[in-house]
């Protein structure tokens, strides 16, 4: 008997970046973290930067969103991301410079700096760099 699956899309501004049938779904609320099986209780909520993943048939996809929502309900999970990619997308050189950044300007406690923006900032850094496996320890 096949497993019941959910409708699942990975929505930005420029493109659907995933769009199929899936068994489960994880993705890190503002509130914490979110898990959706299929027949999930309706919900919205918004999402902080971070790592999403999706099973389907038992094996594991990983994406980085940067922030957005989550919208579920009649077994389809649709999220509307700022950004989002996939592990291989991601240049990690880049990704370690903006962690970089991000670290510099929230050490520096300059007044003219938006925590905020730099929170964030380092928020998705960190994700990308552990969505390409090379998260520094």
Not at 41 to 50: A, F, K, N, Y
Not at 111 to 116: F, L, S
Request: avoid cysteine; charged fraction near 30%; aromatic fraction near 4%.
């Amino acid at each position: 008997m096949a497993e019941a699956t959910q409708k699942v899309s990975i929505v930005t501004p420029e493109r659907v970046i995933y769009g199929d049938e899936a068994r489960f779904v994880h993705v890190r609320g503002t509130d914490g973290d979110l898990g959706f099986l299929p027949g999930h209780t309706p919900l919205i909520s918004s999402l902080r930067p971070g790592l999403l993943r999706i099973q389907k048939e038992g094996q594991w996809s990983t994406f980085v969103v940067a922030g957005g929502f989550v919208e579920v309900r009649d077994s389809r999970v649709v999220v509307l991301a700022n950004a989002a990619e996939r592990p291989e997308e991601i240049d990690l050189a880049r990704a370690e410079k903006a962690k970089e950044r991000a670290e510099k300007r929230l050490a520096a406690k300059d007044p003219e700096i938006d925590v905020v923006r730099a929170k964030a900032a380092l928020a998705r850094a960190v994700a990308r760099i552990e969505a390409a496996g090379q998260i520094k320890r």
